[in-house]
């Protein structure tokens, strides 16, 4: 039998105070906000988290749009539009909407849509911790909220999360994929009982957490965002595509998702 390891994971998604972190340790889920992306790699590092899952596109084409954001649309069907496809990485040095959208059209033949360029601060942020943290690209990984919850579901929610009943929805995917969720170890077979893991009260690290926050600062749907990343990255994970390439500076363009009604482990 494997050794039973409990292994600190973390969720993350952007808000507008900088960064929602959902950590899952062994005493427990905590949430906190953090200004910037460096401040999330030191979190990290000092839980010592086997995986972060965060909810910005990691690895960023040269030309033509990325595999993994056409499978994602793909799978989440008539929610396919919750995700944006990736700048390419020219895109990153424009100073402007305009200045961005031309250069992706110029490689892919497509504008950057301006919910994608409202990105590029965060996705900056991202691929500088990355590009000069090797040992973060060995934790950090890309992934979505709403092919979480899907895959915990087993089908893409319906519920918009910025209404009353798709935040409800999603709280009652969330008490599902926390119960009997396998801890994986560092990129290893390692997971544990349920009876054996810390408590992973999503809904009340919520409420918690929306207590203590501006929504000015904090959305309600940011929070979701990262409990469920949380909980994904507590599980074995698929890639998408399953052999994912690299970017020009060697950033993995893949999309994980929990490998509940999937395929390929990570």
Same mark, same amino acid.
């Given at each position: ?6 292994? $600190? !994971? ?31 790699? @030191? ?5 010592? &988290?086997?995986?972060?899952?965060? @909810?910005?596109?990691?690895?960023? $084409? *040269? &030309?033509?749009?990325? %595999? ?12 396919? !539009? ?10 990153? *040095? !424009? ?20 919910? %994608? ?6 996705? #900056? ?44 929805? #999603? ?14 170890? *560092?990129? @290893? ?8 893991? $810390?408590?992973?009260? &999503? ?15 904090? !959305?309600? @749907?940011?929070?979701? *965002? ?41």
């Amino acid at each position: 039998m494997p050794q039973r390891c409990v292994s $600190p !994971a973390v969720g993350v998604d952007g808000c507008r105070a900088g960064w929602v972190c959902a950590v899952a340790a062994a005493n427990g889920l905590s949430v906190r906000v953090v200004a910037d992306f460096d401040a999330v790699w @030191d979190l990290a590092r000092e839980c010592d &988290a086997d995986r972060v899952l965060v @909810d910005i596109p990691i690895g960023l $084409p *040269d &030309a033509a749009r990325r %595999a993994c954001d056409r499978e994602a649309r793909e799978r989440l069907g008539s929610r396919a !539009a919750t995700v944006f496809f990736a700048p390419v990485r020219a895109a990153l *040095d !424009a100073d402007t909407h305009e200045a961005a959208s031309a250069a992706n059209r110029e490689r892919t033949g497509f504008g950057l849509s301006i919910q %994608a360029w409202h990105l590029v601060p965060k996705i #900056r942020e991202v691929d500088g911790v990355l590009r000069q943290t090797p040992r973060a690209r060995q934790r950090v990984f890309e992934s979505h909220p709403e092919l979480a919850f899907a895959a915990f579901a087993g089908e893409p929610l319906s519920e918009p999360k910025s209404t009353p009943e798709g935040r409800a929805r #999603r709280l009652d995917v969330l008490r599902t994929a926390s119960a009997g969720s396998e801890v994986v170890g *560092d990129g @290893d077979d390692r997971s544990e009982d349920a009876t054996d893991q $810390p408590e992973f009260d &999503a809904e009340r690290a919520y409420r918690e957490t929306l207590d203590r926050t501006l929504r000015r600062d904090v !959305a309600r @749907d940011d929070v979701l *965002d990262a409990l469920v990343l949380a909980a994904a990255a507590r599980r074995p994970l698929a890639t998408l595509p399953s052999d994912p390439p690299t970017d020009a500076v060697g950033l993995e363009m893949a999309i994980r998702v929990p490998r509940v009604a999937l395929g390929s482990e990570s």
